[in-house]
């Protein structure tokens, strides 16, 4: 299987602190981008990273990837309840006719 | 903008029977992507379509398993016979450009459940 990891798998915080996501994929990718999922919904886009760029931010979201360790990691600054949802990574490696593959996500519980 | 609309939300089906999936995607996305979720395999691609065409259907479990995209606004995902094993819920996503380049806009999917 090419999928990669994430980590951790479940993550709970309290309103207000940090939340910090880990994905790992396994060769050369294109693109990565990151996905939220609410209960019962579609999966939303939130954020993509070229492979040539090693930070991104957008809002309370930052990412960084990190191609030489083939990671990349989100974080959520200053969480809200409403952040509670499964985040998902999902990338397009080198030469995989465009698919994207999906890690498994990590669901991130906020406590109000 | 409508969004990807799926339909049915639900279907709930007896084994054997044939199950048919709808999804009409954004206008003007030129590529079409269907999906399955499980708890226990996470989100798979099952087939994608680039301007009504098929590109990869290597993700397909088996031949029960059909897809079309008759045109540009609509596409069905076939099940005939279905098998509990098929249970899980089904996305449809759509695109611009396929692969990872711009970001997929997904459906809220369809739970499907054979007993």
């Known amino acids: 299987s090419q999928q990669g990891e994430e980590d951790p798998q479940a993550l709970s915080i309290q309103e207000g602190e940090n939340a910090t996501m880990n994905c790992s994929y396994k060769t050369s990718i294109n693109n990565l981008q990151w996905y939220r999922q609410n209960s019962g919904r579609g999966l939303v886009h939130l954020i993509l990273?070229?492979?040539?760029?090693r930070e991104k931010h957008s809002g309370r979201l930052r990412v960084t990837l990190d191609t030489s360790k083939k990671s990349s990691s989100l974080l959520i600054t200053a969480s809200r309840a409403a952040d509670t949802a499964s985040y998902f990574c999902?990338?397009?490696?080198?030469?995989?006719?465009?698919?994207?593959?999906f890690g498994k996500g990590i669901t991130l519980s906020v406590r109000p | 903008d409508a969004g990807v609309i799926q339909s049915p939300r639900h279907e709930v089906t007896e084994m054997g029977q044939e199950v048919t999936l709808r999804c009409k995607p954004i206008s003007g996305h030129n590529s079409l992507f269907w999906y399955r979720q499980t708890m226990m395999r996470g989100l798979e691609l099952l087939i994608y379509f680039n301007n009504n065409v098929p590109i990869d259907d290597s993700g397909m479990p088996e031949d029960r398993f059909s897809a079309k995209m008759p045109n540009a606004s609509f596409s069905t995902l076939k099940i005939q016979p279905s098998e509990p094993r098929d249970s899980a819920v089904y996305f449809c996503a759509s695109s611009k450009q396929t692969g990872g380049k711009t970001p997929l806009h997904f459906g809220n999917g369809t739970r499907l459940t054979v007993t």
């Open positions: 990273i070229r492979s040539n760029e």
């Open positions: 999902a990338y397009d490696y080198t030469g995989a006719n465009s698919k994207l593959t």
